[in-house]
């Protein structure tokens, strides 16, 4: 009931593609859901954030869409660019709980290609 | 504004060792938590410390240990180090150590256990 599920592990794309990752999870009471991005030899940096009363929510180029009912979340990076390539974590945590504990998916690598 | 230390970068020990990490947060942070990555088990919750009191526990044994220091510093250590616990050991520093307030990682410590 802890898990996030992430995938796919690893994602190729072209540039200008639209690489979608997508997540899930079991427990309800998960009410804060962010995407981290990580690249080699650097810690995971926070790039956004959903709440489940929202369905979207874009930042730039990056969306995540939510679907409460079927406990799924997904990043799309539009208009992807080689600067892209990198680790996606996705994770869960209790918003309304006394901690910022994450729980994260098992990562996709993201490789764009020029 | 200077990010999340943490110190050494690099280490390595031998199985049966102990090892002690340092994370430095961000200046007015009052929670640290910390935080195992693997290729295999991804990112997993350690613990979490806000105002030297530790609030949160990972499922881990208690060869992982941790405290906080009154200006915020963190330490973890490992006891009877393990060949399973090579891994990069992430710090996080967060103001309030709450779901929803924004978590910064530092660049992690690579522990190499031979």
């Known amino acids: 009931q802890q898990q996030v599920k992430q995938s796919p592990q690893s994602l190729i794309v072209q540039k200008g593609g639209i690489p979608i990752i997508n997540c899930a999870y079991e427990n309800t009471a998960f009410d804060y859901f962010p995407w981290y991005q990580q690249f080699p030899g650097k810690g995971p940096a926070l790039l956004i954030a959903?709440?489940?009363?929202?369905s979207e929510k874009k930042e730039g180029r990056f969306t995540i869409s939510f679907n409460k009912s079927a406990k799924q979340f997904s990043l799309h990076i539009m208009d992807s660019q080689p600067g892209d390539s990198a680790t996606y974590f996705c994770a869960a945590s209790y918003e309304s709980g006394n901690t910022g504990k994450l729980i994260f998916g098992q990562g996709t690598t993201l490789q764009v290609k020029p | 504004k200077a990010g999340v230390t943490q110190t050494p970068r690099y280490l390595i020990k031998t199985r049966g060792q102990q090892v002690t990490l340092s994370c430095s947060p961000i200046?007015?942070?009052?929670?640290v938590s910390w935080y195992q990555q693997t290729p295999g088990q991804g990112l997993q919750f350690l613990f979490e410390y806000f105002s030297e009191t530790q609030r949160n526990k990972g499922n881990f044994p208690g060869r992982f240990s941790g405290r906080q220091f009154s200006n915020s510093r963190s330490e973890m250590n490992v006891s009877t180090l393990e060949l399973g616990d090579s891994a990069l050991y992430l710090c996080?520093?967060?103001?309030?150590?709450?779901?929803?307030?924004?978590?910064?990682f530092g660049p992690g410590t690579r522990l190499t256990v031979l």
């Open positions: 959903i709440r489940p009363d929202v």
């Open positions: 996080a520093s967060s103001l309030l150590g709450l779901a929803g307030v924004e978590q910064f």
């Open positions: 200046s007015g942070h009052r929670s």
